[in-house]
C-alpha cells in the first residue's frame, strides 16, 4: 500500500455529492467489530468465519442518496477515494453473499435504517497504512430499502497499536488495486478509465522494483464457445498492454493473465468485459 501522509488519511472521505447526511456517529471502541467475511446471526449469536474486535477512534456515517442518483454510483466513489488513498481491499461482497441485512444493520452497524433487501446490499472494509506505520480501516456498506430509498453507511477509524487486522499482512500489503478497465470492442478497443485512475497506475508503476499484472476477463456470450471469450479476453489485455507501454510502463514490467469467463466474483463493479490492473511492489533489496 502506498505509504501516504497521515494527514491524508485521517480526513473522513468527502461525501458522495448527491447524497444527504442523515445521522454522525462517533466510533471510539477498545474493540469494535470488524467483519471480514460474510454474516450469519445463529441464537441470536453473530457469526462470520473471519471477524475481528479492534481498538479504533473514528465516526460513522449514514447518507441516504438522492433519488436520482445510485447507491452503485455512491460505491463507486468511495472505491475511487480509498484507491487514490492506496487503500488495500481486505473483504468485499454483495448481495446475498453478504448474509442477512437485516444483522448488518441491527447488530453490526446499530442503525435500524439500513435494513433493506439481502439482494440489494454490498459491503467493503479496506486498509490503508500511512507513513508512520498509522492504519486506517474504512467500511462501506450500501442498501436498497422496500421503500426504494438508497442508503450508505461509512465508518472510518483509526487503529490503536496491538490491534490485528485479518488480511493485513506484509504479503498482502505489497499489493496495490485493483484499477477496474471495463473494455468494448473486437478488431480495436477502446479502454473505460479515467485520467485518475491513470495517474494512480503510473505512481505505483514508478516505485523501484514495482510489477503490473493485468488480468483479462469476458463474460460468455450465449452459445459462445469458451475459446472464443478467452480469445476476446486475452486480445483486449493485449491492447491495454501496448497502451501501457506506450505511456511508460513497460512491458517487461508485465505480467498478463488471461481468465476471461472462468472465474466470477461477486461484486458488481468486476463484472463483464473488462481488465483488472494490480500493482506489487518489490520486496526487500529489490
Not at 61 to 88: F, K, M, T, W
Not at 267 to 281: A, H, L, N, Y
Request: hydrophobic content about 35%.
Amino acid at each position: 500500500m502506498a505509504q501516504t501522509t497521515n494527514g491524508d488519511l485521517a480526513a473522513f472521505p468527502a461525501a458522495y455529492p448527491q447524497s444527504s447526511l442523515e445521522d454522525e456517529e462517533p466510533v471510539v471502541s477498545s474493540g469494535h467489530l470488524v467483519l471480514f467475511s460474510p454474516v450469519r446471526e445463529i441464537n441470536n449469536q453473530i457469526r462470520s468465519e473471519k471477524m475481528a474486535r479492534i481498538p479504533v477512534t473514528g465516526v460513522g456515517r449514514l447518507y441516504q442518496v438522492n433519488r436520482d442518483a445510485s447507491r452503485g454510483e455512491a460505491r463507486a466513489h468511495y472505491q475511487r477515494i480509498l484507491q487514490a488513498r492506496g487503500a488495500q481491499v481486505l473483504f468485499e461482497c454483495s448481495g446475498r453473499d453478504c448474509g442477512r441485512s437485516n444483522v448488518w444493520a441491527n447488530q453490526i452497524f446499530d442503525q435500524s435504517t439500513l435494513y433493506g433487501r439481502d439482494s440489494d446490499q454490498d459491503y467493503l472494509v479496506a486498509a490503508a497504512v500511512g507513513e508512520s506505520g498509522k492504519t486506517w480501516l474504512t467500511l462501506i456498506y450500501t442498501v436498497t430499502r422496500g421503500t426504494q430509498r438508497e442508503y450508505v453507511w461509512v465508518e472510518h477509524l483509526e487503529t490503536s497499536e496491538g490491534g490485528a487486522i485479518p488480511g493485513l499482512d506484509s504479503a498482502s500489503a505489497r499489493i496495490r488495486g485493483p484499477i477496474i478497465v471495463p473494455w468494448q470492442g473486437g478488431v480495436t478497443h477502446s479502454f473505460d478509465w479515467s485520467a485518475s485512475d491513470r495517474r494512480i497506475l503510473n505512481s505505483w508503476a514508478d516505485e523501484d522494483g514495482a510489477s503490473v499484472v493485468l488480468t483479462g476477463y469476458a463474460s460468455l456470450g450465449e452459445n459462445e464457445p469458451l475459446e472464443d471469450a478467452m480469445a476476446r479476453a486475452r486480445n483486449a489485455m493485449e491492447s491495454l498492454s501496448q497502451v501501457l507501454d506506450k505511456s511508460g510502463v513497460s512491458r517487461n514490467r508485465q505480467t498478463l493473465i488471461t481468465v476471461g469467463p472462468a472465474i466470477i466474483i461477486p461484486s458488481p463493479e468486476r463484472q463483464g468485459d473488462r481488465v483488472e490492473i494490480v500493482v506489487i511492489r518489490g520486496g526487500p533489496g529489490e
